[in-house]
């Protein structure tokens, strides 16, 4: 049983713009984890950020109960996660402890500080992950693929290449999506019309009711071929 692991900086972001091709490996009979940096608790434009944090944690446990995955934590602050070793070991520790052979994160053309950096932590903890020489509490783990989202605030030079028939899990994953406060508009942005809607445009393009594109990792994009 492979696993899937979708590592985003805020709780909505992994589970809004990752959370319907973790349920569809999961569909296929694979395991998925939802890694949070942080709980996003900065977000509410009137809940304290204790309160709206402890709101995101719930959600995300909710969410991740009802696409039968599981979810995990950081402890960064909402908009001061930082890029640095021990960011990027944490990370590390995370894929090292659930082994995951495919990661999904943000891609790096966000204007989202917090984004931007997940997205290099992401990258370095990959790479840590894998080198056994990188000695910490569990052994080095090699991750086989890295995808990156397709997210209304990571737009900059996105181009997918991927796209995921996520039609068998779309009304289980709008179910997910529905236990964030967030999904229904409390905080400004209408992230349930515009991701509802990005998986119909997505399914067009696909051939299939609703699905979700993903940008691959350039050096995975490299073929070596002797013949076309």
Same mark, same amino acid.
């Given at each position: 049983?492979?696993?899937?692991?979708?590592?985003?900086?805020?709780?909505?972001?992994?589970?809004?713009?990752?959370?319907?091709?973790?349920?569809?490996?999961?569909?296929?009979?694979?395991?998925?984890?939802?890694?949070?940096?942080?709980?996003?608790?900065?977000?509410?434009?009137?809940?304290?950020?204790?309160?709206?944090?402890?709101?995101?944690?719930?959600? #995300?446990?909710?969410?991740?109960?009802? $696409?039968? %995955?599981?979810? &995990? /934590?950081?402890?960064? @602050?909402?908009?001061?996660?930082?890029?640095?070793?021990?960011?990027?070991?944490?990370?590390?520790?995370?894929?090292?402890?659930?082994?995951?052979?495919?990661?999904?994160?943000?891609?790096?053309?966000?204007?989202?500080?917090?984004?931007?950096?997940?997205?290099?932590?992401?990258?370095?903890?990959?790479?840590?992950?894998?080198?056994?020489?990188?000695?910490?509490?569990?052994?080095?783990?090699?991750?086989?693929?890295?995808?990156?989202?397709?997210?209304?605030?990571?737009?900059?030079?996105?181009?997918?290449?991927?796209?995921?028939?996520? #039609?068998?899990?779309?009304?289980?994953? $709008?179910? %997910?999506?529905? &236990? /964030?406060?967030?999904? @229904?508009?409390?905080?400004?942005?209408?992230?349930?019309?515009?991701?509802?809607?990005?998986?119909?445009?997505?399914?067009?393009?696909?051939?299939?009711?609703?699905?979700?594109?993903?940008?691959?990792?350039?050096?995975?994009?490299?073929?070596?071929?002797?013949?076309?």
């Amino acid at each position: 049983m492979s696993t899937i692991m979708a590592i985003a900086a805020h709780p909505g972001d992994g589970f809004f713009t990752m959370g319907a091709t973790v349920a569809q490996h999961i569909h296929n009979g694979g395991r998925g984890v939802f890694l949070n940096l942080s709980l996003g608790e900065k977000g509410h434009p009137t809940l304290s950020p204790e309160a709206y944090g402890a709101l995101q944690q719930q959600a #995300s446990e909710k969410a991740a109960k009802i $696409l039968g %995955a599981e979810a &995990a /934590f950081l402890t960064y @602050r909402d908009a001061e996660i930082p890029w640095n070793e021990e960011a990027n070991l944490a990370v590390c520790d995370q894929i090292r402890r659930f082994k995951p052979l495919i990661v999904l994160t943000h891609w790096s053309g966000s204007w989202h500080k917090d984004h931007q950096n997940c997205h290099a932590i992401v990258r370095d903890a990959i790479f840590y992950a894998g080198l056994p020489a990188i000695a910490r509490s569990l052994p080095a783990h090699s991750v086989e693929h890295l995808y990156f989202a397709d997210n209304w605030e990571d737009a900059a030079n996105y181009q997918p290449d991927t796209y995921l028939d996520t #039609s068998a899990v779309y009304d289980n994953w $709008l179910k %997910a999506c529905d &236990a /964030f406060p967030m999904w @229904r508009g409390e905080t400004g942005f209408r992230y349930n019309d515009y991701y509802r809607s990005l998986a119909v445009m997505r399914g067009c393009l696909s051939g299939c009711q609703y699905a979700v594109a993903l940008m691959s990792s350039a050096e995975e994009r490299v073929r070596h071929v002797k013949a076309l």
